[in-house]
């Protein structure tokens, strides 16, 4: 067997989580040494226990490397491990490593910047935009964009990086082969084409509830910076966050009203000392010293210009907070029939879009 198949055996042993590799890895030279290891000198390292010992043993019986390698051959899953050449550096130094990592698609490029974006799953319009140009934005400017592909301010922080030509990858608290959440297939499967899908667990393991605050760490080490966008005052966001400010990571908040629930975390952490979201220039000018801030390059809007001048009038009255028919009648004048045929064009032409039932916003993703 090759260093790499012991590694791949030692992370399918039962039970052997990331810690207790690590705990091994410290007191042996290689997953080799580990795999030839006397019962005698496992049971003399302190956080090893009897029934370790048993499922190892096990192990070399019963786990079928070839069958794996297969399987994973099949589903275009690679892997690396902690003592390999191409291990990412920017995780080998932060407190309790991964000691493997499954991946499809690539791994992030070590002399890349990389920006870890997090936040609220039922985001507000003004999260959800507000993610989607940050992640846009610094694609356009060759950043990466490292997040965990959940539903709200992570699905759209992807989505911005790739419609920004990007690279953006997702750090999953289940196997690398587990769409999670499975209305994200189609996001899955761009990202494995625009960056890669990367998760310490094997393939197959089903995303469990205390996985995701133990991938945090990894979204954070991945991260030159990370920036929450929408949370609430007790948020799992705020989880990323310690790990960064513990890796020694630049904080950013995007700042919100008072008044809105999503916005207290944000503002919490502000007060705390994170940095206030201002600008993507804000970030760029920490990576670049040159500032060297490419905007996006906006062709003319040609659906801008062709509006009819009742729809150019009702199109002026979207923003990105919610609005009301009613709301727009008073402020257009225009009848409610108009309103209505004034929008649902609009929506066919994807500058507008009903958010929830009768309020609406303009669509910054078309």
Request: proline share 3%.
């Amino acid at each position: 067997m090759q260093e790499s198949e012991y590694w791949l055996w030692l992370s399918y042993v039962e039970d052997m989580w990331q810690a207790k590799m690590e705990l091994l890895y410290k007191n042996f030279s290689s997953a080799k040494e580990i795999y030839n290891a006397t019962e005698k000198d496992l049971l003399n390292i302190e956080g090893i226990k009897k029934r370790d010992v048993y499922n190892m043993n096990k192990g070399k019986k019963e786990i079928n490397l070839s069958s794996i390698l297969q399987n994973m051959a099949k589903k275009n899953i690679k892997f690396t491990y902690f003592s390999d050449k191409d291990f990412p550096q920017k995780l080998k130094f932060i407190q309790s490593p991964p000691m493997i990592l499954f991946y499809k698609g690539k791994l992030p490029e070590t002399d890349r910047h990389a920006v870890g974006i997090v936040g609220a799953r039922a985001c507000t319009e003004y999260g959800r935009v507000s993610a989607y140009n940050l992640a846009k934005s610094l694609a356009i400017n060759d950043v990466d964009i490292i997040s965990g592909m959940a539903r709200g301010i992570d699905a759209v922080s992807h989505k911005g990086c790739i419609n920004g030509n990007g690279s953006t990858y997702a750090i999953l608290g289940c196997g690398v082969d587990v769409c999670y959440p499975a209305e994200n297939i189609e996001l899955y499967e761009q990202i494995c084409v625009n960056g890669g899908i990367i998760s310490e667990y094997i393939p197959n393991t089903k995303a469990l509830a205390w996985h995701f605050p133990q991938r945090n760490r990894i979204i954070s080490a991945f991260s030159d910076s990370v920036v929450m966008i929408e949370a609430k005052e007790k948020s799992g966001s705020f989880i990323t966050v310690d790990y960064a400010l513990e890796q020694g990571k630049s904080v950013y908040a995007l700042p919100g009203r008072i008044t809105d629930v999503l916005s207290t975390g944000c503002n919490k952490l502000i007060s705390e000392g994170a940095l206030p979201l201002l600008s993507v220039e804000q970030i760029i000018s920490g990576f670049f010293d040159d500032m060297r801030y490419k905007k996006e390059n906006k062709k003319e809007n040609k659906k801008n210009i062709c509006l009819a001048k009742e729809y150019k009038m009702l199109y002026s009255c979207l923003g990105l907070s919610p609005i009301t028919v009613d709301e727009i009648m008073l402020k257009t004048g225009l009848g409610i029939d108009k309103v209505y045929e004034g929008l649902m064009y609009l929506q066919i032409e994807g500058i507008a879009k009903e958010v929830t039932r009768g309020q609406y916003v303009v669509d910054c993703e078309n």
